[in-house]
């Protein structure tokens, strides 16, 4: 479970997350959806502890980050697909970070079967394509078996066949019953994985609703999504 309580957060005079408020609940892929800028960024990485909010909090499992004596078995996050060094080996880079979360060497073989990259768990990172990365960083959120798992547009830049692993996989992790927030940009996926919606515009929270009844309403994801935000979409003006 992930609880945001009156999270504000100002970058000088703009506001880029405006009292939020949510829950977002295990057992289902939640989509985070909101125009450019309107901070779904800046509420994933306040999350994770990346960004102070300015006022309010937000937990994981009633925790905050910072409060996590070990993070990596709580919340596992992808935002960067290509975060791993790219003189490092995907199997040295697993390693070394479950060396550092004091997590067992068997979770790396693990994970790495779970992304589907133990053939090819010799090769360094910066020798992996887009989709290979992405894979790369999932397992790395994976290593803990953490019962949260955060994914920042997880399928920008793949194949069609990476978007449907993507997909599959954030099914299976929320049938497991864990807690999986995911932020896209396109209707037509987040439609095809998604249970629940949080639907941001201009920091503020527009709908939290489930995808079936968003869709009911308007006929398609798409539309509702469009009618939500037509006053949000950001044009650079200072809010
Ligand atoms: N470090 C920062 N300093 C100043 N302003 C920031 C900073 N980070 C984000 N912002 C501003 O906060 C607002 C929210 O940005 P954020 O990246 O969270 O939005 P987003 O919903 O993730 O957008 P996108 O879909 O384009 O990734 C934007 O107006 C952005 O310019």
């Known amino acids: 479970m992930i609880t945001f309580r009156h999270v504000t957060k100002r970058y000088g005079r703009r506001t880029a997350v405006d009292d939020l408020t949510v829950d977002v609940r295990p057992g289902r ?8 800028g309107a901070g779904k960024s800046t509420t994933m990485r306040i999350l994770l502890g990346l960004d102070r909010p300015t006022s309010g909090e937000a937990l994981v499992g009633g925790v905050r980050y910072a409060a996590l004596r070990w993070p990596l078995r709580e919340v596992g996050a992808v935002l960067d697909a290509r975060s791993a060094h790219p003189g490092r080996t995907a199997r040295a880079h697993l390693t070394a970070l479950a060396r550092s979360n004091r997590l067992p060497a068997a979770r ?6 779970r ?17 290979m ?14 019962g949260v798992l955060v994914f920042d547009e997880p399928v920008n830049g793949l194949d069609p066949e990476g978007v449907r ?3 599959e996989l954030a099914r299976s992790l929320a049938a497991e019953g864990r807690t999986v927030l995911l932020s896209s940009h396109l209707m037509s996926e987040a439609q095809l994985t998604a249970d629940h919606l949080l639907v941001l515009g201009r920091g503020r929270l527009l709908a939290d609703a489930p995808l079936a009844d968003l869709v009911a309403s308007h006929g398609s994801l798409e539309d509702a999504y ?12 200072t809010r």
């Open 29 to 36: 892929v939640t989509g985070f959806l909101g125009p450019n």
């Open 108 to 113: 790396v073989d693990a994970v790495l079967d």
């Open 115 to 131: 992304v589907g990259l133990t053939a090819v768990a010799g090769t360094r990172a910066g020798k992996f394509s887009l989709g």
């Open 133 to 146: 990365s992405q894979r790369l960083g999932i397992a790395a959120a994976l290593l803990g078996d953490p």
């Open 165 to 167: 692993w993507v997909r």
């Open 226 to 237: 469009l009618a939500l935000t037509s006053g949000s979409v950001e044009y650079g003006a």
